[in-house]
């Protein structure tokens, strides 16, 4: 199941944030809700859209989602709900992905704007030789907390194979884990 | 005035509340705590302080509460191996219990039916039975069973753990649904009091149960009768509990103060104290664990209690040298999830999903507690400085380890490395307690340990207090001996072995 069908199917946001732990202080929102939600009146839309494509480029879909939109503005979220500082580092890091733009030949445009390649492009130089952006707030705040936060999610356990974060999504089902469950994408090329 | 008075709404509590009740008796339990669903104040909290050369810690393990420890527990209900009784006779250490296995089988046969254990009628490593499981065993996980196929040939079995949770429905409880919020069990499917015994007891309709409740102090006559409970409300107000009988049922800390705080002229240094050992051998198990990463995939944390053990060092040979222990085998497996394996990588986008997909799901781990010797020294005693919210001092632990625990905890370490090493594992990660530690796994024992000798015990062997002919103490801290396994089984077996007992003595006339 594809978590947009989850989502079809009525996956309410408050399921999500239960199975999701750390999220609890979001409970009472719901989907239709998080369109109108913090992160988006806190933020510029030129800058969520940066983060939303970052996010798509660091954990791109192949046999399991990527990091969706959504996925992002509940880091946002979760970030925010625990650190009040979050607006502060977060526009302190978001020049260095503006000044890596650069790269992708196109000075001036938004990172959202760029085609999924440059995107990429921009990625493998600001990471892959990360220079003094290494250890700074857009590595380790920004980059490495989208990266673990999405695989610590209940959508990044789809990763390893999970229908989503156990404990919830096994409620029902004691028999299952005395045996192997199946890997995605195992035996395929991604 | 009732005919017994309770103090403590656990399982010990509300077992012996529950037969004496069947048997005709009216029954107060006083219970200090709340209905765990509530927000649990300062003062259910437990406080203690140290004074010895290691600190102990179980606090954030423990709350005071209505069905106390009961209402938050993992379940594991394995018996008790018939050695661990008989530590003196079987390896010439320690002592020996003032009861056999033999004698206490009846009781554990009628704890599991109390707590619905299921558990592996057919494993011929675990203590003897004569009489099925009363549910059902839960299947090994996946990582059980390598675990098992792992060490097939090396004879280090892996045996099913009994558990206190439904593998079917069982008298009013649910089946089990796999909520993953197993040690506070939202369905009653891992057994608490609330749900059984304590419900029970107070369905016989001669059993009153009053919270928040907090016995003060238990008065006492010139002949050393126990005539009342002292107990204070949340308001500080004081109230008087008369009875025939008295049970004194809180965990461990809190009876040994109880009784250290009840001094008069017939008891000046605490009720039952006359020989200095209330509070004496205390013991627990202290925790170490450690994990590995195996070639196969283990698929961890689709379970979040235990369903096997290795016992193969909880009665070795080697016992009168070293403390004896349990290796459990946990199917959660520390590992916060699939995100901490991008951690200690610059992995990102395809190559690190395969990298997650690749590393993910190969841990194992295993948690263990070492048995400790009953030594005098380790005691609880009144804290001179602190109080708590009632004016009573707290609890106060003087606790250190042996010889023999430390090599103990080194046989356990090297024992973990031979399994690591023949299930080949890799990147082995140690977790022992840091130096000066004693982290509990909250299997609070001794304290009040019952025996023949008044010099070295506190009760005689039915729970009795030498000297004291209508005050009982049920619960862990009557062992004279920690042993190896979880403890919850054996004390509701001694619990149920007082109940026969005080309606024996009480029978002939004897109370």
């Not at chain 2, 056999?100 to 203590?127: F, I």
């Not at chain 2, 979040?304 to 016992?319: G, L, S």
């Not at chain 2, 609880?380 to 625990?405: K, N």
């Not at chain 2, 000798?453 to 009982?472: K, R």
Request: hydrophobic share 35%; net charge negative.
């Amino acid at each position: 199941m594809s978590r947009f069908t989850e989502r079809e199917e009525g996956l309410s946001r408050r399921d999500f944030m239960v199975t999701a732990g750390g999220g609890l202080i979001a409970l009472s929102l719901t989907w239709p809700a998080l369109a109108q939600s913090d992160p988006l009146e806190i933020f510029e839309p030129e800058l969520i859209n940066d983060l939303v494509a970052l996010g798509e480029t660091l954990v791109p879909e192949d046999v399991t989602p990527g990091m969706g939109r959504d996925d992002v503005l509940r880091w946002l979220e979760q970030r925010m709900a625990r650190d009040r500082d979050t607006p502060i580092w977060l526009r302190r890091a978001m020049p260095t992905l503006e000044a890596g733009v650069e790269v992708a030949g196109e000075p001036g445009a938004r990172f959202a704007a760029l085609s999924a390649e440059q995107r990429h492009a921009v990625l493998v130089h600001l990471l892959d030789d990360p220079g003094e952006a290494s250890g700074s707030d857009w590595d380790l705040r920004v980059v490495r907390s989208l990266i673990e936060g999405f695989y610590n999610s209940p959508i990044g356990y789809t990763v390893v194979g999970y229908r989503d974060h156990t404990g919830t999504s096994l409620a029902g089902d004691v028999t299952s884990y005395t045996g192997p469950a199946q890997m995605p994408g195992e035996g395929e090329t991604p | 005035m009732s005919d017994v008075c309770v103090i403590g709404s656990g399982f010990s509590g509300s077992t012996v509340a529950h037969r004496l009740a069947l048997g005709g008796s009216r029954v107060t339990i006083l219970e200090t705590g709340i209905d765990h669903r509530q927000p649990i104040p300062e003062r259910c909290q437990v406080r203690y302080s140290n004074v010895g050369p290691i600190r102990y810690m179980f606090r954030d393990v423990s709350f005071r509460c209505i069905g106390g420890t009961s209402e938050h527990w993992y379940g594991n209900t394995p018996r008790p191996h018939p050695n661990d009784l008989q530590t003196r006779s079987a390896h010439g250490v320690s002592e020996d219990w003032p009861l056999t296995y033999e004698e206490l089988e009846p009781h554990l046969e009628e704890a599991e039916r109390v707590l619905g254990v299921a558990g592996a009628d057919d494993e011929p490593h675990h203590a003897p039975r004569r009489v099925p499981f009363p549910l059902p065993a839960w299947p090994l996980s996946h990582s059980d069973r390598l675990i098992r196929d792992g060490l097939a040939g090396s004879g280090i079995p892996v045996l099913s753990t009994p558990q206190a949770r439904t593998t079917l429905p069982y008298r009013g409880r649910p089946r089990c649904l796999n909520l993953g919020r197993c040690n506070t069990c939202p369905i009653n499917a891992r057994t608490g009091a609330t749900s059984t015994s304590l419900r029970w007891a107070l369905e016989t309709g001669r059993v009153e149960l009053v919270s928040e409740a907090t016995v003060v102090r238990l008065e006492s006559d010139e002949q050393g009768r126990i005539t009342e409970a002292i107990w204070v409300d949340p308001q500080g107000q004081s109230h008087r509990q008369r009875a025939d009988l008295f049970i004194l049922a809180a965990h461990v800390p809190d009876s040994v103060r109880l009784l250290l705080h009840s001094t008069s002229p017939r008891w000046p240094t605490g009720i039952g104290n006359g020989e200095d050992m209330v509070g004496r051998c205390f013991m627990d198990h202290g925790r170490h664990n450690a994990n590995a990463v195996i070639e196969e995939r283990t698929w961890p944390n689709r379970l979040y209690f235990q369903t096997a053990a290795i016992h193969h060092w909880a009665d070795a040979p080697d016992r009168a040298d070293r403390g004896a222990y349990l290796i459990e085998i946990l199917n959660y497996i520390g590992v916060a999830g699939p995100g901490s394996f991008t951690r200690g990588t610059d992995l990102w986008g395809l190559p690190l999903k395969r990298h997650i997909r690749e590393s993910w799901g190969h841990n194992i781990q295993f948690h263990c507690g070492v048995e400790m010797l009953p030594d005098p020294v380790n005691r609880i005693t009144l804290d001179p400085d602190e109080v708590d919210a009632h004016g009573i001092p707290i609890a106060r632990f003087d606790v250190r380890f042996d010889d023999y625990a430390l090599a103990g905890y080194a046989s356990a370490a090297a024992s973990m490395d031979q399994i690591f090493e023949i299930l080949d594992a890799r990147d082995v990660v140690h977790r022992p307690m840091r130096a000066g530690q004693l982290v509990s796994i909250y299997h609070p024992a001794g304290g009040l340990r019952m025996g023949r000798d008044p010099a070295t015990s506190v009760t005689d062997p039915w729970g009795q207090i030498h000297g004291v002919p209508n005050l009982f103490v049920a619960g862990t801290g009557l062992f004279p001996t920690i042993g190896t396994v979880n403890p919850t089984l054996t004390m509701i077996a001694l619990a149920l072995r007082t109940s026969e007992r005080i309606e024996s003595l009480a029978s002939q006339g004897d109370l």
